[in-house]
């Protein structure tokens, strides 16, 4: 089997996309970009990785690459992504798949156009103890599922970006679309799209950045079910992901930093209804994501978060946006 060329634009985030590529037996890591160069050459040197370079143009024209991994502030990602498929390589981009849904458009008609492969990096779908998750609801280990929350709580007092982009006022990152887009897309997946959407938000503690740092949305999906998405960029505690489902005949506790999920069935009574199962901590299973996208290009299998997947989240993302910004319930768009 041909070994596929790989680069990876954004040496930070990027460095999990490195380990991903050098750990792959199927691609070589031949590339890795960022305007900061020593950031470039340092994940570069620990992997012999042969160009480093401070210019992302230069990956276009070099045949030796077939891959191109953007890892890059979220503003990059449409004309990053657009370019690298124009091209003719096969793109990861991290999440959110952009900030604006005109942007995800303009990325699908260049991944259509091309016939390269476009995969968004939403990486709770690779967290061990969410696909445990999901696994369990697929099946029906706690029946049907009527209500679903998940929440993204991540503390940005020192988390504003090389450069701060997060906190630009120019940027005008959402957290709800940067940030919450992992919990949105976690229940997209585990309970099918949202139709609509209400929301509130409120800006309390990080007051010297640009957006409200608190959003709550809630959802409508097209199968009935409800959901609760929580995002706070300010909030005093460690990181978490804590999600939980509830079906007709059992309950499943789940987050992306705890070495076990939690599952409530009736047909237990022994254990007072509750089982831990034990999961691996990989919250960040970058590794994993490439290993799916290098599968899906040399088996030819559809991607699991293709570029309509990750529009359809950021979609639901500014469905939550535009509700709290206007009070008013708003359509969740899932055509693309
Ligand atoms: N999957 C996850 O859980 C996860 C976690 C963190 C970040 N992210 C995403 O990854 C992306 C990067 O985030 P980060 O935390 O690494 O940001 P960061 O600000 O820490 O790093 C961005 C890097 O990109 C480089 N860069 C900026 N402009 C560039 C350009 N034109 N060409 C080449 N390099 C350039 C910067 O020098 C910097 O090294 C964002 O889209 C973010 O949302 C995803």
Redesign the pocket.
């Known amino acids: 089997m041909s070994t596929l060329g790989a680069a990876v ?6 460095s999990g996309h490195v380990l991903g590529y050098v750990n792959n037996p199927h691609t070589e890591l031949r590339a890795v ?4 160069l020593e ?1 470039a050459r340092r994940v570069a040197e620990k992997h012999s990785v042969p160009l480093v370079t ?1 210019n ?1 143009e230069e990956l276009l024209e070099r045949d030796d690459i077939q891959i191109i991994s953007v ?4 503003p ?2 449409e004309p990053m992504t657009v370019r690298s498929l124009e091209a003719g390589k096969h793109v990861l981009c ?3 798949m952009a900030l604006t849904v005109p942007e995800c458009e303009r990325m699908i008609a260049a991944a259509d156009r091309t016939g390269k492969l476009l995969m968004v ?1 939403q ?1 709770c779908r690779f967290a061990p103890g969410f696909a445990l998750a999901k696994r369990l609801v697929d099946r029906g280990e706690i029946g049907d599922l009527f209500f679903v929350e998940s929440e993204y709580a991540h503390d940005y007092t020192h988390v504003g ?2 450069g701060g ?1 997060r906190k630009d006022p120019k940027v005008k990152r959402e957290p709800f679309v ?1 940030g919450g887009c ?1 919990a949105v897309d976690l229940l997209r997946w585990v309970a099918g799209n949202m139709v609509e959407c209400s929301a509130y938000s409120n800006h309390k503690v990080l007051t010297d950045w640009p957006v409200d740092d608190c959003t709550i949305a809630i959802y409508k999906f097209e199968s009935g079910v409800i959901g609760k998405v929580m995002c706070s960029i300010g909030c005093k505690r460690p990181y978490t992901m804590r999600s939980v489902f509830y079906g007709t005949r059992g309950t499943i506790i789940c987050d992306n930093t705890s070495p076990a999920i939690q599952l409530y069935t009736k047909d237990l009574p022994e254990s007072n209804g509750w089982i831990s199962l034990p999961v691996n901590l990989a919250s ?1 299973n970058v590794t994993a994501e490439v290993n799916e996208l290098v599968e899906c290009i040399l088996e030819g299998k559809p991607l699991l978060t293709d570029g309509r997947e990750g529009a359809r989240t950021v979609a639901a993302c500014r469905a939550a946006v535009e509700s709290a910004a206007t009070g008013k319930p708003v359509a969740v768009r899932t055509q693309f």
Request: with cysteine; aromatic share 6%.
């Open positions: 634009i954004g040496a930070r985030m990027g970009c960022d305007t900061d950031s401070d992302w890892a890059t502030p979220d990059l990602h991290e999440k959110p990096g990486v970006g090389v982009w940067g992992h960040h």
